[in-house]
């Protein structure tokens, strides 16, 4: 089980930090992916990384405003979001890719969690 926190409102230009937090019986050698999905739209990649930490990789549309990261310690993959804008408002979403690779189609991930809500305001 995987449990995102850490979304909120904020205006544009600011920044959020989220987690995803793994719960109970604990896996391993799966890469953790993160989500988004604003009203009307279809869920779409932003950002995933590897068990061990690396490789890492980012959306176009995101790439050097946020940056996702793991603190294997606390087996929890934060997603640091920076210069925010409206159009990043959606519901964050994490999963476990099973295959190891992070891949880009949320169809290859898992053990979802229930989401976390960010709004940005112009």
């Known amino acids: 089980q995987l449990v995102e926190s850490g979304g909120g409102s904020v205006q544009a230009g600011g920044s959020l930090r989220l987690s995803c937090a793994a719960s109970?019986?604990?896996?391993?050698?799966?890469?953790t992916g993160w989500f988004r999905q604003a009203p009307g739209r279809e869920r779409e990649f932003v950002a995933a990384?590897?068990?061990?930490?690396?490789?890492?990789y980012h959306a176009n549309s995101v790439r050097g405003r946020f940056t996702i990261s793991k603190d294997s310690a606390k087996n929890t993959v934060y997603l640091h979001m920076n210069s925010l804008k409206p159009e990043d408002t959606a519901v964050y979403y994490c999963?476990?890719?099973?295959?190891?690779?992070?891949?880009?189609?949320?169809?290859?991930?898992?053990?979802w969690g229930q989401g976390t809500q960010v709004t940005v305001s112009a």
């Open positions: 999963a476990a890719d099973f295959t190891g690779t992070g891949s880009y189609d949320s169809r290859d991930y898992t053990n």
């Open positions: 109970g019986e604990v896996a391993s050698n799966y890469a």
């Open positions: 990384i590897r068990w061990r930490g690396s490789p890492k």
